[in-house]
């Protein structure tokens, strides 16, 4: 299982950095077996996936499809499948404009948003959703940051 990252775009990422950061991210919320697809595209490519999927218009940052099954593959072997979590690198780049952090750093954001989408938070449902999952992501947040300065 894992992380598997596929990269759909022309610009050069940490892609390492983006797997350690996802797998980090599975670790703490208690799904370090189950497989995550993580999608680095374009604005063409979302906004396709965003008329498809949601009937929205446009391209947007991130798109999660989960899927949190488990299976057996052809091996017999159980494999458990949280879903795909697709971001536009593009979007991405033009917001982080607007905010302090690197593309990288921001990259792991919208990856979190995306699994989080992914276990079951929804922001979209409300101001007690999304509040709930403000706070699940501020924490992962601080573990994730916590990680990295004991690996200093």
């Known amino acids: 299982m894992g992380v598997i990252i596929d990269n759909r775009q022309s610009l050069e990422l940490p892609l390492a950095d983006l797997v ?3 797998t980090r991210i599975l670790a703490l ?7 995550l697809s993580v999608v680095f595209c374009d604005d063409s490519f979302i906004a396709e996936l965003n008329k498809d999927y949601l009937h929205r218009a446009g391209p947007t940052n991130v798109i999660s499809f989960a899927q949190a099954e488990e299976r057996n593959n052809c091996f017999n072997q159980e494999e458990l499948l949280l879903g795909d979590v697709v971001i536009s690198v593009e979007t991405a780049k033009r917001e982080v404009l607007t905010v302090d952090q690197s593309l990288p750093s921001y990259l792991v954001e919208l990856m979190l948003h995306g699994v989080l989408h992914l276990i079951g938070y929804d922001h979209e449902l409300g101001p007690v959703e999304e509040a709930e999952m403000e706070k699940e992501r501020l924490n992962i947040l601080t573990s994730l940051a916590d990680r990295v300065k004991e690996s200093d």
């Open 29 to 35: 919320i208690d799904k370090e077996e189950w497989e």
């Open 20 to 22: 350690w950061a996802a």
